[in-house]
């Protein structure tokens, strides 16, 4: 099983921006599609972002599109995800997960198998 670190997350005024890296190790992530959640306090986990094998597929939540990127890097092992435009709202820990599913992009957490342990993003208004 793959194991995944985020970093990059910290405070940010309203309209500022973040990069978020997901470092993977024990297995290379080429064969995962990997994704990027979040989750704000009392509230689900939900989908943002998630990334094809190669990274030529991408998909993200109506809440963020055209404001964040994710992309990938298999050399490096790693994931990212640039956020721009950044609202209090986006306020959450954000997770890097991994899925083996067949689903082509899967949006639903249960369908990922591997999970980092989050960073904290806060966005003042």
């Known amino acids: 099983q793959v194991q995944l670190v985020e970093s990059g997350g910290g405070l940010v005024e309203a309209g500022g921006s973040l990069r978020l890296s997901c470092a993977a190790s024990g297995r290379t992530i080429g064969s995962y599609v990997m994704g990027w959640f979040r989750q704000a306090p009392g509230k689900e986990r939900e989908f943002v972002a998630t990334i094809s094998w190669t990274g030529a597929n991408r998909s993200y939540a109506d809440s963020v599109k055209g404001r964040f990127t994710i992309s990938r890097d298999n050399s490096k092992n790693t994931v990212y995800l640039q956020m721009t435009s950044l609202k209090p709202e986006d306020t959450a820990v954000y997770y890097c997960?991994?899925?083996?599913?067949?689903?082509?992009?899967?949006?639903?957490?249960?369908?990922?198998?591997?999970w980092g342990q989050g960073t904290q993003v806060t966005v003042s208004s």
């Open positions: 997960a991994a899925s083996l599913s067949s689903s082509w992009l899967p949006t639903n957490p249960g369908q990922y198998d591997s």
